[in-house]
């Protein structure tokens, strides 16, 4: 069974950054590409960006382009978001996921596993 639980969220000022988290259970997060989705209260879960299963492979929504960084580390099973100059439209319940395969993907259905989620408020 695979377990992912974010951290990071918070509240912040526009134009301030945050480091968002994702801490993965079991031996197989090398094999697998992750991602980060976020969802805003009446909206629908919305794609932020990517990552291949080495890391070599990155993909972000197009709101978060060069705002938003993608990495992440296999050997402490972990997955990581930076989030600079960030915008009230930001707000959002943030979620990281696993991928099927080890490439990247932008659509839900790629993905087989689900953080919690971890609140993001940016105030204007």
């Known amino acids: 069974q695979v377990q992912l639980v974010e951290s990071g969220g918070g509240l912040v000022q526009t134009g301030g950054s945050l480091r968002l988290s994702c801490a993965a259970s079991?031996?197989?997060?090398?094999?697998?590409?992750m991602g980060w989705f976020r969802q805003a209260p009446g909206k629908e879960r919305e794609f932020v960006a990517a990552i291949s299963r080495t890391g070599r492979s990155l993909i972000y929504g197009e709101s978060v382009k060069g705002r938003f960084t993608i990495s992440r580390d296999n050997a402490k099973n972990s997955m990581y978001l930076q989030m600079n100059s960030l915008k009230p439209e930001d707000t959002a319940v943030y979620y990281c996921?696993?991928?099927?395969?080890?490439?990247?993907?932008?659509?839900?259905?790629?993905?087989?596993?689900w953080g919690q989620g971890t609140q993001v408020t940016v105030s204007s």
């Open positions: 079991g031996r197989s997060f090398s094999s697998y590409g």
């Open positions: 996921a696993r991928a099927t395969t080890i490439g990247v993907h932008t659509t839900l259905a790629n993905y087989d596993y």
